[in-house]
């Protein structure tokens, strides 16, 4: 079974690059362009991740998760945040106060993103 990630983001052409690379890899890849989408399709397809933005219109990432959060039925879904408003190093600092979420500092590797997206769904050790 094909594990499904959601890719939200307000840029059209990252979150199509990711979603082209990702179904690839064999995963099925949505797409919303903002974060009132994003949480709209999370709640209709609960996919296994989501890679969100953290800034975008009309509803940030982390409004989103905040909404998620307060949601029962998608509560547990994990989210990657992919933002250039932190540096690599500041990333790992700034998870604590995501409830945990990890961050993919922009710009990355193709293998960054694939380690990380094995790793939250625990298809890969760290």
Do not use: W
């Not at 700034?94 to 922009?106: D, F, S, V, Y």
């Amino acid at each position: 079974m094909k594990r499904s990630i959601l890719v939200v983001d307000d840029e059209v052409v990252i979150c199509e690059l990711i979603k082209d690379y990702l179904e690839s890899l064999d995963f099925e890849v949505h797409t919303a362009y903002n974060g009132v989408d994003g949480l709209a399709e999370a709640a209709r397809l609960h996919p296994d991740l989501i890679l969100s933005d953290l800034v975008m219109g009309k509803m940030s990432g982390g409004k989103m998760a905040a909404e998620m959060q307060s949601n029962p039925a998608l509560s547990s879904i994990p989210i990657i945040y992919m933002t250039g408003i932190v540096t690599h190093d500041e990333a790992s600092r700034t998870e604590n106060q995501l409830a945990g979420n990890r961050i993919l500092a922009k710009p990355f590797t193709r293998d960054e993103l694939v380690h990380m997206i094995e790793h939250v769904l625990g298809l890969r050790d760290v």
